[in-house]
Nanobody, 120 residues
Framework: QLQASGGGLVQAGGSLRLSCAAS????????MAWFRQAPGKERECVAI????????YYANSVKGRFTISRDYAKNTVYLQMNSLKSEDTAVYYC???????????????WGQGTLVTVSS
């Protein structure tokens, strides 16, 4: 029900925009989030956007570089990633929860991952 896309290979300093398209239900009242997991590392919450879109959270590691947004009409959440660094290389996952979920979760719905590789 959550389909993530937009990953790929990019040079350090470049940009990518990830998309998470929801289907099967409307997620307009859900808290939406992006997580990432790099090889050998624990999963990390990167960004969260409240269902009303007026409250956001960013991990310190991406603050000022990443922006989470949502398009209610398209039932889609985006993650704009700028000034990418090699340490941003990871599989990125989108997630949704009907409550005001925190960076530690839990999240009810998860999309499949999309791989982001940043070359230095």
């Amino acid at each position: 029900q959550l389909q993530a896309s937009g990953g790929g290979l990019v040079q350090a300093g470049g940009s990518l925009r990830l998309s998470c398209a929801a289907s099967g239900r409307t997620f307009s009242s859900y808290t939406m989030a992006w997580f990432r997991q790099a090889p050998g590392k624990e999963r990390e919450c990167v960004a969260i956007i409240h269902w009303m879109g007026i409250s956001t959270y960013y991990a310190n590691s991406v603050k000022g570089r990443f922006t989470i947004s949502r398009d209610y009409a398209k039932n889609t959440v985006y993650l704009q990633m700028n000034s990418l660094k090699s340490e941003d290389t990871a599989v990125y996952y989108c997630a949704a929860d009907p409550t005001g979920a925190s960076p530690t979760g839990p999240y009810l719905y998860w999309g499949q991952g999309t791989l982001v590789t940043v070359s230095s």
